[in-house]
């Protein structure tokens, strides 16, 4: 554990209820902060305004305790207003940002898509030196480098977010900071010295830290990135295609304990179907984390 980023963190978006991907995703967090010896940080993502709601940010707390989960620090993103306008006004000092009023439409017309169907956006605004209105997007002038990183369970990389996704917005047309800018943000300013996250998100670390390293971040953190529970199909579960809630399977009669085995049943954790406590299913994926490096 690095004493100066001492946490790690549980990162939920209050734009639905949890579902058992979130149960698994927290188990690789404590677990992770168990075997590396860092402390927890619940941090509400509401950088989506237009669907997060209060009520899921209640339910987010209330269904993790009602699991047994506790943690040692939490915040808010939506009350981080002045970290962001202070880190965008650092990053407009560097000349590392630029205005652009390209639409949605207009970029997915003129951009080419990679092979996870993201733009790779090609700075057609970037030598416009449009003015920086709250009608613009601000995009982060991707440099043409090669980011390497080290996942402790996936290995080895080395990418070049100039190929992966060009330009990224930082605050889009409406006025909504992005992932990518508020996540970078908040990891360096909340002492974050551990990402664990769903490998769906394996592809934002390079911009990430090349983000990161442009305010000023000059210790990276420690990534890993956890497999996720699918649903029949194939597809990871997510609130938007109405997986089944944690409050709806409470609701029903079940326990904490036995939605807990059964997702780390199905998430190959444990190799019986049993009622496991959170601290006992943390210690056995503990034992079953063996890190690269």
């Known amino acids: 554990m690095n004493p100066d980023y001492p946490y790690t963190r549980f990162a939920p978006s209050p734009t639905g209820y949890l579902h058992r991907g979130h149960i698994l995703s927290a188990l690789w967090v404590y677990a992770c902060a168990k075997k590396f010896g860092y402390k927890v940080r619940l941090r509400i993502e509401d950088h989506d305004k237009s669907r997060a709601r209060p009520e899921y940010i209640d339910s987010i707390r209330e269904d993790l305790e009602w699991l047994g989960f506790s943690w040692d620090a939490e915040s808010i993103q939506s009350s981080h207003e002045e970290r962001f306008e202070k880190a965008l006004e650092l990053l407009k000092e560097k000349g590392l940002v630029y ?3 390209c639409s949605r439409k207009f970029t997915f017309e003129n951009n080419p898509v990679n092979g996870e169907g993201e733009i790779i956006y090609q700075g057609l605004c970037r030598e416009r030196n449009l003015p920086f209105s709250r009608e613009n997007a601000i995009r982060f002038k991707i440099s043409d480098k090669t980011v390497e990183w080290d996942d402790l369970r996936l290995g080895h990389f080395a990418e070049r977010p100039a190929e992966q996704c060009g330009d990224f917005a930082l605050r889009d047309r409406t006025g909504l900071w992005t992932y990518q800018f508020a996540v970078a943000v908040d990891d360096f300013e909340e002492k974050v010295g551990l990402v664990v996250r769903g490998e769906d998100l394996r592809n934002s670390t390079a911009r990430q830290i090349e983000l990161s390293e442009a305010l000023g971040r000059a210790q990276r953190p420690l990534f890993l990135h956890h497999p996720l529970i699918t ?11 109405k997986s089944t809630s944690i409050r709806g399977e409470k ?10 085995g059964e997702v780390c049943f199905e998430a190959g954790i444990s190799k019986k179907q049993e009622q496991l406590s959170i601290n006992n299913a943390i210690s056995l994926l503990v034992t079953q984390l063996t890190p690269k490096f």
């Open 99 to 101: 205005s652009c009023n």
């Open 231 to 241: 649903d029949t199909t194939g597809k990871k579960l997510s609130k938007r295609k």
């Open 251 to 260: 609701q029903t009669g079940k326990k904490a304990e036995e939605i807990i």
